[in-house]
T-cell receptor, first 109, second 116 residues
Framework: RKEVEQDPGPFNVPEGATVAFNCTYSNSASQSFFWYRQDCRKEPKLLMSVYSSGNEDGRFTAQLNRASQYISLLIRDSKLSDSATYLCVVSGSARQLTFGSGTQLTVLP | GAVVSQHPSRVICKSGTSVKIECRSLDFQATTMFWYRQFPKQSLMLMATSNEGSKATYEQGVEKDKFLINHASLTLSTLTVTSAHPEDSSFYIC????????????FGSGTQLSVL
């Protein structure tokens, strides 16, 4: 089983739609959780950290369920510029980041 | 924000040659840098952790004699792919840790290596 698993997609959604991505992690001792965004052949960029209480940043909402070892990202009112691959990232006690394989999103006009 | 410069962005080489990739932290000192490899449609896989002034720590399955890492200063780490083969063709990306907070991880822009 992979340490961090994501649905690879692709998710093709119309502009303005709401889309949700899920991610599961296998190490119950994981301590920090993040969503990164990666455009094709570019470096990943931190989108947001994920906190136990859930957190929101504009159109983006992230949630963490430690009991189920599950993380989610919700994007509301999708924009064309949201098209990218979204990486679920988990940090363990050794503070190393483990990346999921990413979920590809394409927002269509 | 902090900037990490990675060079070259793209390299095409013949099989058997060696390729050096540089990763520089431009406005902060990075005692720790990380090297990743990403194959198409796959996740970033950590290859090694580069520590300034000491030997790199390699992940399981990564050949240290093939992927030479040097971190001679607080702002520069290099990855040399020795005797490159077509299966080494991949996207290599570095990152540097700023401060001690894990989320303050800044990435280079990546190097696309194609071995013919």
């Amino acid at each position: 089983r992979k340490e961090v698993e994501q649905d690879p997609g692709p998710f093709n959604v119309p502009e303005g739609a709401t889309v949700a991505f899920n991610c599961t992690y296998s190490n119950s001792a994981s301590q920090s959780f993040f969503w990164y965004r990666q455009d094709c052949r570019k470096e990943p960029k931190l989108l947001m950290s994920v906190y136990s209480s859930g957190n929101e940043d504009g159109r983006f909402t992230a949630q963490l369920n430690r009991a189920s070892q599950y993380i989610s990202l919700l994007i509301r009112d999708s924009k064309l510029s949201d098209s990218a691959t979204y990486l679920c990232v988990v940090s363990g006690s050794a503070r190393q980041l483990t990346f999921g394989s990413g979920t590809q999103l394409t927002v269509l006009p | 924000g902090a900037v990490v410069s990675q060079h070259p962005s793209r390299v095409i080489c013949k099989s058997g040659t060696s390729v050096k990739i540089e990763c520089r932290s431009l406005d902060f000192q990075a005692t720790t840098m990380f090297w990743y490899r990403q194959f198409p449609k796959q996740s970033l896989m950590l290859m090694a952790t580069s520590n300034e002034g000491s030997k790199a720590t390699y992940e399981q399955g990564v050949e240290k004699d093939k992927f030479l890492i040097n971190h001679a200063s607080l702002t520069l780490s290099t990855l040399t792919v020795t005797s490159a083969h077509p299966e080494d063709s991949s996207f290599y990306i570095c990152s540097a840790k700023r401060d001690q907070m894990v989320e303050k991880l800044f990435f280079g822009s990546g190097t696309q290596l194609s071995v013919l």
